[in-house]
Structure formats: C-alpha cells, structure tokens
C-alpha cells in the first residue's frame, strides 16, 4: 500500500462533496470555462462547511482548504470572481485577498503553531500553477524538517489529518469568530 494510495481516498471524497463535475484540469476542458472551474463552483456551493473546504467568504474573496495539500492546514486565499492575474483584480479584491491571507495566517498560527507559513502564488503554468485560469494565493504552514524524504523523493506527503479535521481546527479558532 502506497501513501499516495491512502491520500487519494480522501482526496477524491472531498472533490465530489464540493463539485459536480470533472476537475478543473480535465483534458477536455475548454480554457476559461468558469462554469467548470473548481474554484469557480466552490464559491457557488453555499457558506463554508467542511463539505465544500470553505473556511470564510468575504465581500469577493473566499478562504478555502487545498485539497491537495502540501501540510496540514494548507489554505488559499481566492477570488470569488473567475480571475486570472493579478492585473484583473479590482481595488476592493486586491485588498481583500491580502485581508483574506492574513486571516488565514493568523488561524493557521493559533491552530497549528507552525514554525513558519509559506505564502505564494503560482502565476501561469509555467510557474507551477494547477488552476491557472483562477488566481489563488498559498498559505502553507512549516515546521522545521518537515520536507522529509517522501516529499523529496516520491513527491508524497504524509498527512496526519483528513480536510475534515483541518476545517474543524481552522474554523475553531478562526479570527472574529
Ligand atoms: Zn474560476
């Protein structure tokens, strides 16, 4: 039995709670279709609950739970509308999506007390982005030798909690809350 085997039940639970249809990288998906952007149909699927990874809806950013996470609490700060750069944000969301990742900084913190948090974006393919077409921005936290020999060879990571139990966490001591 494989890590990565065990990952991907939980995984393949949580995208069909949160959407409908194909992933957002399914080869036949026609570019910019925002109707079967996963980010897209997250923001569309009610408040935040552990089923849809939602932690906090803003005015026009949502926090979500990374269904591919490369921690435990791994967030993204993301749009609401179906954005691709940074140039198409407006005032309001720009400064939102800052607003949004520092809440989620902040609750990582108090949930996890890691010894760090990453904070980027993939912008483009080229960069490494999975959903290019919908900006999001990382907020991972670290702890010191966390990059252990699983990530480094096999890029798989040992997680030692469901989505499920990353939201009840988060959501626990998220900020105003
Ligand atoms: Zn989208």
Redesign the pocket.
């Known amino acids: 039995m494989t890590l990565e085997r065990l990952w991907a039940g939980w995984r393949n639970a949580y995208v069909s709670g949160a959407v409908d249809g194909p992933p957002d990288d399914a080869p036949d998906l026609a570019v910019d279709d925002?109707v079967r952007?996963v980010?897209?149909r997250i923001a569309d699927s009610g408040p935040a609950s552990p089923d849809n990874g939602v932690l906090w809806v803003g005015a026009t950013v949502m926090v979500v739970l990374n269904a591919y996470p490369y921690a435990s609490g791994h967030l993204m700060a993301v749009p609401l509308r179906?954005v691709r750069s940074l140039d198409d944000l407006g005032d309001e969301e720009s400064g939102e999506l800052w607003a949004a990742t520092r809440l989620a900084v902040a609750a990582q913190e108090a949930a996890y007390r890691p010894e760090g948090v990453n904070l980027g974006a993939n912008l483009g393919e080229a960069a490494g982005a999975g959903i290019p077409?919908?900006l999001h921005l990382h907020a991972v936290p670290r702890w010191k030798g966390d990059t252990n020999f699983m990530t480094a060879v096999a890029d798989t990571r040992v997680l030692p909690e469901t989505l499920a139990s990353s939201w009840e966490r988060l959501t626990a001591v998220w900020p105003g809350r």
Request: aromatic letters at 14%; one cysteine or more; charged letters at 15%.
């Open positions: 925002p952007c980010f897209c179906h077409r919908h």
